[in-house]
Protein backbone atom coordinates (compact mmCIF):
# COMPACT_ATOMS: atom_id res chain seq x y z
CA UNK A 1 0.00 0.00 0.00
CA UNK A 2 1.54 3.60 -1.19
CA UNK A 3 1.50 6.31 1.59
CA UNK A 4 1.75 9.74 0.56
CA UNK A 5 2.04 12.82 2.84
CA UNK A 6 0.34 15.78 2.51
CA UNK A 7 3.19 18.00 1.59
CA UNK A 8 4.38 15.67 -1.24
CA UNK A 9 0.59 15.56 -2.41
CA UNK A 10 0.12 19.21 -2.34
CA UNK A 11 3.51 19.26 -4.93
CA UNK A 12 1.98 16.60 -7.01
CA UNK A 13 -1.52 19.04 -7.42
CA UNK A 14 0.83 22.19 -8.60
CA UNK A 15 2.79 20.26 -11.05
CA UNK A 16 -0.62 18.14 -12.49
CA UNK A 17 -3.41 19.90 -13.84
CA UNK A 18 -1.84 20.95 -16.94
CA UNK A 19 -1.74 17.05 -17.80
CA UNK A 20 -5.33 16.22 -17.07
CA UNK A 21 -7.14 14.55 -19.82
CA UNK A 22 -9.65 17.18 -21.85
CA UNK A 23 -12.98 15.15 -22.26
CA UNK A 24 -12.55 14.40 -17.90
CA UNK A 25 -11.64 17.54 -17.40
CA UNK A 26 -14.24 19.59 -15.23
CA UNK A 27 -15.75 23.02 -16.21
CA UNK A 28 -16.68 25.59 -14.04
CA UNK A 29 -15.93 29.22 -12.24
CA UNK A 30 -14.26 27.59 -9.34
CA UNK A 31 -12.59 24.76 -11.32
CA UNK A 32 -11.66 27.10 -13.97
CA UNK A 33 -9.28 29.58 -12.00
CA UNK A 34 -8.17 26.84 -10.10
CA UNK A 35 -7.04 24.81 -13.26
CA UNK A 36 -5.22 28.23 -14.75
CA UNK A 37 -3.64 28.95 -11.41
CA UNK A 38 -2.19 25.54 -11.87
CA UNK A 39 -0.89 25.73 -15.28
CA UNK A 40 0.87 28.92 -14.73
CA UNK A 41 2.76 27.35 -11.99
CA UNK A 42 3.73 24.48 -15.11
CA UNK A 43 4.85 26.70 -16.88
CA UNK A 44 7.02 28.36 -14.92
CA UNK A 45 8.78 25.03 -13.81
CA UNK A 46 9.06 24.05 -17.16
CA UNK A 47 10.62 27.27 -18.32
CA UNK A 48 14.17 27.01 -19.39
CA UNK A 49 15.28 29.93 -18.73
CA UNK A 50 14.43 29.11 -14.70
CA UNK A 51 16.10 25.54 -14.47
CA UNK A 52 19.26 24.73 -11.96
CA UNK A 53 20.18 25.78 -8.77
CA UNK A 54 21.18 29.22 -9.64
CA UNK A 55 17.86 30.18 -10.54
CA UNK A 56 16.06 28.06 -7.50
CA UNK A 57 15.67 31.68 -5.58
CA UNK A 58 13.75 33.09 -8.69
CA UNK A 59 11.88 30.02 -9.45
CA UNK A 60 11.04 29.67 -6.20
CA UNK A 61 9.51 33.58 -6.16
CA UNK A 62 7.67 33.24 -8.77
CA UNK A 63 5.61 30.15 -7.83
CA UNK A 64 4.95 31.86 -4.59
CA UNK A 65 3.46 34.35 -5.84
CA UNK A 66 1.03 32.47 -7.53
CA UNK A 67 0.40 29.88 -5.48
CA UNK A 68 -0.61 32.93 -2.55
CA UNK A 69 -3.31 33.83 -5.93
CA UNK A 70 -4.46 30.14 -5.79
CA UNK A 71 -4.91 29.43 -1.95
CA UNK A 72 -6.06 31.77 0.65
CA UNK A 73 -3.60 31.05 3.47
CA UNK A 74 -5.11 34.05 5.76
CA UNK A 75 -8.36 31.96 5.74
CA UNK A 76 -6.34 28.35 6.09
CA UNK A 77 -4.55 30.04 9.24
CA UNK A 78 -7.70 31.20 10.60
CA UNK A 79 -8.84 27.68 10.67
CA UNK A 80 -6.24 25.95 11.39
CA UNK A 81 -5.64 28.27 14.23
CA UNK A 82 -9.85 27.40 15.70
CA UNK A 83 -11.25 28.89 18.55
CA UNK A 84 -8.00 30.57 19.43
CA UNK A 85 -8.20 33.25 16.66
CA UNK A 86 -10.86 35.12 18.14
CA UNK A 87 -7.98 36.15 21.28
CA UNK A 88 -5.54 37.21 19.00
CA UNK A 89 -4.21 40.69 18.56
CA UNK A 90 -3.89 41.69 14.79
CA UNK A 91 -0.77 41.80 15.08
CA UNK A 92 -0.40 38.05 16.53
CA UNK A 93 -3.03 37.22 13.40
CA UNK A 94 -0.51 38.68 10.67
CA UNK A 95 1.93 36.83 12.75
CA UNK A 96 0.50 33.82 13.20
CA UNK A 97 -0.55 33.88 9.11
CA UNK A 98 2.63 34.53 8.07
CA UNK A 99 4.28 31.71 10.31
CA UNK A 100 1.35 28.62 8.78
CA UNK A 101 2.50 30.09 5.57
CA UNK A 102 5.50 29.42 5.81
CA UNK A 103 5.14 26.21 7.24
CA UNK A 104 2.95 24.85 4.59
CA UNK A 105 5.60 26.38 1.92
CA UNK A 106 8.48 24.92 3.63
CA UNK A 107 6.87 21.71 3.23
CA UNK A 108 5.59 22.77 -1.13
CA UNK A 109 9.35 23.53 -1.73
CA UNK A 110 11.42 20.84 -0.11
CA UNK A 111 9.39 18.55 -2.46
CA UNK A 112 8.97 20.83 -5.40
CA UNK A 113 11.52 19.20 -8.19
CA UNK A 114 10.08 15.48 -6.81
CA UNK A 115 7.00 15.47 -8.77
CA UNK A 116 5.79 16.01 -12.02
CA UNK A 117 4.69 13.17 -13.88
CA UNK A 118 1.21 12.56 -12.23
CA UNK A 119 -2.20 13.63 -13.51
CA UNK A 120 -4.78 15.22 -11.94
CA UNK A 121 -8.47 14.15 -13.34
CA UNK A 122 -10.97 16.70 -12.60
CA UNK A 123 -14.38 14.62 -11.05
CA UNK A 124 -16.85 17.36 -10.29
CA UNK A 125 -17.84 20.78 -8.86
CA UNK A 126 -20.22 21.36 -6.70
CA UNK A 127 -21.37 25.44 -5.66
CA UNK A 128 -23.51 26.50 -3.01
CA UNK A 129 -23.24 30.41 -2.51
CA UNK A 130 -19.76 31.88 -1.59
CA UNK A 131 -18.44 28.48 -1.41
CA UNK A 132 -17.53 25.53 -3.71
CA UNK A 133 -16.23 21.73 -3.63
CA UNK A 134 -13.89 20.65 -6.36
CA UNK A 135 -13.26 16.80 -6.28
CA UNK A 136 -10.64 15.38 -8.42
CA UNK A 137 -8.40 12.30 -8.87
CA UNK A 138 -4.89 12.35 -8.74
CA UNK A 139 -3.73 9.30 -10.88
CA UNK A 140 -0.27 8.30 -9.61
CA UNK A 141 1.84 4.87 -11.09
CA UNK A 142 0.50 1.60 -10.93
CA UNK A 143 -3.25 2.55 -11.20
CA UNK A 144 -3.22 4.19 -7.96
CA UNK A 145 -5.61 6.54 -7.74
CA UNK A 146 -6.29 9.36 -4.70
CA UNK A 147 -9.48 11.40 -4.41
CA UNK A 148 -8.42 15.11 -4.01
CA UNK A 149 -11.31 17.51 -2.42
CA UNK A 150 -10.65 21.13 -2.87
CA UNK A 151 -13.03 23.84 -0.28
CA UNK A 152 -12.50 27.06 -2.18
CA UNK A 153 -14.18 30.41 -1.23
CA UNK A 154 -15.79 32.92 -3.52
CA UNK A 155 -14.36 36.84 -2.98
CA UNK A 156 -14.79 39.55 -5.27
CA UNK A 157 -15.75 36.77 -8.05
CA UNK A 158 -12.01 35.26 -6.84
CA UNK A 159 -12.15 31.75 -5.97
CA UNK A 160 -9.45 30.42 -3.86
CA UNK A 161 -8.84 27.24 -1.83
CA UNK A 162 -8.72 27.34 1.76
CA UNK A 163 -9.02 23.80 2.35
CA UNK A 164 -7.69 20.25 0.84
CA UNK A 165 -8.99 16.68 1.90
CA UNK A 166 -7.18 13.49 0.94
CA UNK A 167 -8.71 10.97 0.71
CA UNK A 168 -11.10 12.48 3.40
CA UNK A 169 -8.39 13.78 5.59
CA UNK A 170 -8.17 17.51 5.76
CA UNK A 171 -5.59 19.66 6.04
CA UNK A 172 -7.01 22.54 8.18
CA UNK A 173 -8.19 20.08 10.63
CA UNK A 174 -5.27 18.31 10.96
CA UNK A 175 -3.43 20.81 12.36
CA UNK A 176 -5.93 22.54 14.36
CA UNK A 177 -5.57 19.21 16.23
CA UNK A 178 -2.18 19.48 16.88
CA UNK A 179 -1.94 23.23 17.26
CA UNK A 180 -4.91 22.85 19.91
CA UNK A 181 -2.69 19.79 21.43
CA UNK A 182 0.18 22.20 21.81
CA UNK A 183 -1.99 25.41 23.34
CA UNK A 184 -3.50 23.42 25.37
CA UNK A 185 -0.79 21.52 27.21
CA UNK A 186 1.11 24.90 27.20
CA UNK A 187 0.78 28.00 25.87
CA UNK A 188 -0.15 29.99 22.25
CA UNK A 189 3.14 31.67 22.98
CA UNK A 190 4.51 28.00 22.84
CA UNK A 191 2.76 27.36 19.42
CA UNK A 192 4.52 30.75 18.34
CA UNK A 193 7.91 29.71 19.66
CA UNK A 194 8.14 26.41 18.00
CA UNK A 195 6.62 27.52 14.59
CA UNK A 196 9.39 30.20 14.63
CA UNK A 197 11.67 27.65 15.22
CA UNK A 198 11.28 25.55 12.11
CA UNK A 199 10.56 22.12 13.72
CA UNK A 200 9.04 19.68 11.95
CA UNK A 201 7.38 18.16 14.76
CA UNK A 202 4.04 19.31 13.12
CA UNK A 203 3.29 16.73 10.37
CA UNK A 204 0.40 16.57 7.70
CA UNK A 205 -2.11 13.81 7.53
CA UNK A 206 -1.16 10.90 5.80
CA UNK A 207 -3.41 9.09 3.07
CA UNK A 208 -3.35 5.23 2.19
CA UNK A 209 -4.39 6.05 -1.47
CA UNK A 210 -5.99 2.60 -2.75
CA UNK A 211 -4.18 0.41 -5.75
CA UNK A 212 -7.30 0.38 -8.25
CA UNK A 213 -7.17 0.45 -11.94
CA UNK A 214 -7.04 4.62 -12.98
CA UNK A 215 -9.23 5.71 -15.39
CA UNK A 216 -7.70 5.78 -19.39
Avoid at 78 to 99: I, Q, V, Y
Avoid at 151 to 174: K, Q, T
Wanted: proline share 5%; glycine share 4%.
Amino acid sequence: MLRLSTPAVFVALMLSFVLSSAPEAWAGPPTDQLRNGMERIFKILADPDLTGDEKASQRKSAVTRIAGEIFDFGEMSKRTLGRHWDPRTPAERRDFARLFTELIQRSYFSKVDEHGSEKTVFRSETMDGDRALVRTTLLLARGVQMPLDYSMLNASERWRVYDLSIDGISLVANYRTQFNRVIRNSSYADLVTRLKSHQAEFSAPSASPSERKSAP
